[in-house]
């Protein structure tokens, strides 16, 4: 089975260092240890040669443009004897933002280059981003509304109000993604929200009190009016975009009779194999586009294709 995107098994998270503020501030200052920017949600990259390379610093490079303090860091973990951090370079800073344009440095989402950059890169990025995003929506506390303040290496926020003292911890939405078969065909569907002409599997979020199972069947109920049955699960895909993980299914449709939901979806359809090798569809003009290749949902469809050879 291919391995997710964004969760290389190269990494070391190394939990056991997030108690240790010594370890994690002399961290800060090694020349093996590497800075992953978060840049407001977005990532930077350099075109090198032709090739898309993230940018990511040392601690000389960070020292010349924040010489007094470098800021927000995350201890994101270690891999090939280097340590990442993550850093926020979201804050406004003139010699900074200087530098990025004097090097034509492009801003923007992980997603766009991450099929194509290194595994181990990619999903510090990955990790970097997501564990951001979470800090940003956890400012203050949610029992008491006083500020939260940072601490074990960026995964715990802390409630500043010594009566509370709440620690709050990182987040991750669980969401199901199914492919719905019927005998040789698939069930594939549009959101206004995808990229033109794109189909993928349909998915949603799982509410509280209630198990995955149950959440796919509401889901494709809701979107397509299909009952499904033999649920078997697949794999799974971080996907901190901002924060989800993604939990891959397959599942087989009682009937072929869909009844949509125009409100929740543009359009589904069923594709055959051959369909989905050409990318036409006759009731689709000009033929359609399958999911992006580091999502699960390319994954579901390549593995159903490849169950077939
Ligand atoms: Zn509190």
């Excluded at 995350?74 to 280097?82: D, S």
């Excluded at 469809?301 to 490849?306: A, E, G, L, P, S």
Aim: net charge negative; aromatic share 14%; glycine share 6%.
């Amino acid at each position: 089975m291919t391995q997710p995107f964004y969760a290389s098994s190269a990494i070391n998270r190394h939990g056991d260092y997030r108690n240790n503020d010594r370890l994690l501030n002399s961290i800060t200052t090694e020349k093996n240890t590497k800075f992953v920017p978060y840049y407001n949600g977005k990532n930077l990259f350099m075109n090198i040669n032709e090739n898309i390379n993230p940018i990511i610093f040392n601690q000389e490079q960070l020292h010349d443009f924040f010489p007094d303090k470098i800021g927000n860091t995350i201890f994101l973990g270690v891999a090939n004897t280097l340590n990442y951090v993550g850093i926020d370079l979201s804050t406004p800073n003139q010699k900074f933002d200087f530098w990025l344009k004097e090097n034509n440095v492009i801003i923007d989402d992980l997603r766009k280059y991450g099929p194509i950059l290194d595994d181990i890169e990619a999903s510090f990025l990955a990790l970097s981003n997501g564990m951001f995003f979470w800090q940003k929506t956890h400012k203050f506390c949610g029992s008491c509304g006083f500020q939260n303040y940072s601490t074990e290496g960026g995964f715990v926020m802390k409630c500043s109000n010594d009566k509370c003292g709440k620690s709050h911890f990182p987040r991750t939405d669980p969401a199901i993604i199914t492919l719905i078969s019927f005998h040789d065909k698939v069930l594939l569907g549009r959101s206004p929200r995808f990229p033109d002409c794109m189909y993928s599997t349909l998915a949603g979020f799982v509410e509280p009190g209630e198990s995955l199972e149950q959440a796919l069947e509401r889901e494709v109920f809701e979107e397509v009016g299909i009952k499904v049955k033999n649920i078997k699960y697949f794999n799974s895909q971080p996907w901190p975009f901002p924060a989800s993980l993604m939990l891959g299914f397959f599942a087989e449709a009682i009937n072929d009779q869909m009844t949509i939901d125009y409100d929740e979806i543009e359009d589904a359809q069923w594709f055959s194999i051959n369909e989905l090798k050409s990318l036409q569809h006759p009731s689709i003009k000009g033929g359609f586009k399958l999911p992006r290749v580091d999502s699960i949902a390319r994954r579901l469809v390549d593995t159903w294709i490849n169950s077939f050879n």
